[in-house]
């Protein structure tokens, strides 16, 4: 076989192999985080998580297969047929709970500071909620079921008010908390 044609050859195979792959990647990516979604037995929220890792197997060359990796109503249920798996295939992005926390976010302001919330940090200085009661709580403390019924009374608080309110709160005697006179 001429030399040519092997790098032809190699040159398509390198490039099947890239398409397989990035197919393979593009799922997983698509399908990871945790969603919210109704569950089509009692129409209530449930949290899932669809086995990602599945998805971007099962992708090469076609759609994926899904399937759920959890969900808040296991082990009870957990021989149901995944019917919810409808609602994320329609939309994967927007039952996301970062999609929805992010949509929540928008356009509301800072109950201590007043400051405007832009674009999210998902990564490092996530802004926290507060809730009726006044008490202070990340979002990896509200199940991804009771989440919707959480932000429907929540007050949003940035990241720099949460820091400094729950070490004022947590810590007084490290900190200053100088919205309250000074005893003389």
């Known amino acids: 076989m001429p030399v040519q044609t092997m790098w032809i050859l190699g040159i398509l195979l390198i490039l099947a192999a890239g398409w397989l792959i990035g197919s393979a ?25 669809v086995d990602a890792g599945h998805a971007g197997l099962t992708a090469i060359g076609k759609s994926p297969e899904l399937r759920l990796n959890s969900c ?5 249920r957990a021989g149901c047929g995944q019917a919810c798996l409808a609602q994320i295939e329609s939309s994967p992005h927007d039952c996301l709970v970062r ?41 990896s403390q509200v199940p991804a ?25 947590e810590h007084p005697d490290l900190a ?9």
Not at 72 to 76: D, I, L
Not at 108 to 136: H, M, Y
Not at 145 to 169: D, H, S
Request: overall charge positive; some cysteine.
């Open 25 to 49: 990647v593009t799922s997983w990516w698509k399908y990871r985080g945790e969603r919210i979604v109704r569950c089509p037995e009692n129409q209530r929220p449930a949290g899932v998580r």
């Open 72 to 76: 808040s109503r296991w082990p009870e």
């Open 99 to 139: 999609t929805i926390l992010a949509k929540w976010y928008l356009g509301k302001r800072c109950v201590n500071c007043g400051r405007p919330f832009g674009d999210i940090e998902w990564t490092g200085a996530k802004p926290a909620l507060q809730t009726e009661d006044q008490s202070l709580v990340e979002w």
């Open 145 to 169: 079921e009771r989440l919707e019924e959480t932000l429907a009374t929540a007050r949003p608080i940035c990241f720099a008010c949460y820091t400094a309110t729950r070490l004022v709160r």
């Open 176 to 184: 200053i908390d100088r919205t309250r006179p000074i005893p003389r």
